[in-house]
């Protein structure tokens, strides 16, 4: 049985340094859904003003180390952060807790909008399959793919066009866009991660930079794109919408 009390003082914590987050990004304005699991157990609360409210414990089959963003039935369907007791206890957990919230943001912004424009969500959900994000079958270890996606782990940014246009030549037009979809979404929650680390004197985060690639490829190579992009148009660090276009046009 989870400690509501020793889960409150954790989320007091969390609470101190969101606050101090909004100077990373104004997303940290927002209060949103949090749930915590531990033996079974998923402890929900909901926003409430600037603070939390617990709304009740519900049993839950879930990983122990779990640390993930998704719609909860407890919640009313909103996205709600899902994380492991453990998370409440260590600064670097509660920075994963706040890159999760980052993916409650983009859910509220704009997220099902978007991927109403996909080709590969669309056939995934005529098919009943809501996982492809986790499960697409991506050619990550087809030889050309790596050659012109480690020259962006490389550091090589001005060769950006000519990666982008190569990737365009080797990938599927679903794989293409499921790449994309993949850096919008956790390269800018591993963008913002990696900033507030900074702010709070943690190490960087940059698993995924190396091979063999996968599906976490794509959340350093978004976030190296992502911070390429916003230094020449500062503003898609604020428009997600127009983010996600510009990196689908690229």
């Given amino acids: ?3 509501l009390k020793d889960v409150e003082s954790g989320i007091s914590k969390l609470l101190e ?7 990373v990004h104004p997303l940290f304005r927002g209060v949103y859904p ?3 699991f531990s033996g ?8 409430e003003g600037s603070s939390y409210r617990y709304s009740g ?4 089959e879930l990983p122990e180390e779990i640390f993930a963003a998704f719609p909860l039935k407890e919640t009313g369907w909103k996205t709600a952060a899902v994380v492991s007791r453990r998370a409440l206890s260590s600064e670097e957990g509660l920075v994963f807790i ?6 409650c943001y983009q859910a509220e912004c704009c997220e099902i909008e978007l991927k109403r424009g996909l080709r590969i969500a669309r056939e995934y959900w005529e098919r009943g399959d809501y996982s492809w994000e986790l499960e697409h079958p991506f050619p990550y270890e087809d030889g050309r793919f790596v050659e012109l996606y480690s020259v962006l782990l490389g550091g090589e940014l001005e060769r950006i066009p000519e990666i982008r246009a190569g990737l365009r030549e080797v990938l599927s037009e679903k794989d293409f866009e499921y790449m994309v979809w993949e850096e919008w979404k956790e390269g800018f929650a591993r963008l913002i991660e990696n900033r507030l680390r900074a702010l709070f004197g943690l190490p960087g985060n940059h698993a995924g930079g190396e091979r063999p690639f996968s599906r976490v490829t794509f959340y350093e190579g978004g976030a190296r794109l992502i911070e390429w992009l916003c230094k020449a148009e500062p503003h898609l660090y604020h428009d997600l919408r127009a983010l996600f276009e510009r990196m689908m046009a690229l």
């Fill in 40 to 47: 079974g157990e998923l402890l929900v609360f909901e926003p």
């Fill in 17 to 23: 340094m969101k606050k101090k987050a909004v100077e």
């Fill in 34 to 36: 949090l749930a915590v």
């Fill in 57 to 60: 414990s519900f049993p839950a």
């Fill in 1 to 3: 049985m989870l400690l």
């Fill in 98 to 103: 706040l890159h999760e919230f980052v993916h």
